[in-house]
């Protein structure tokens, strides 16, 4: 009986190091493929709508 709580709190462990690791991977995955550049957006956008619409900033 002991040993299966102390199997439950290692799987446990495992989900949420699991669940933290594709996290920083999606973060990680974000912050290299999202332009830095405003204007580089701004041309993005451009290129799919009209001027007029891209000109938030």
């Known amino acids: ?27 990680a995955g974000a912050l290299m493929l999202a332009p830095e550049d405003p204007g580089a957006q701004a041309s993005i956008c451009q290129r799919h709508h009209s001027p007029a619409a891209c000109q938030v900033w």
């Open 1 to 27: 009986m002991v040993s299966s709580c102390f199997h439950r709190d290692s799987v446990k462990g495992r989900i949420v190091a699991g669940r933290f690791i594709v996290a920083l991977a999606v973060l």
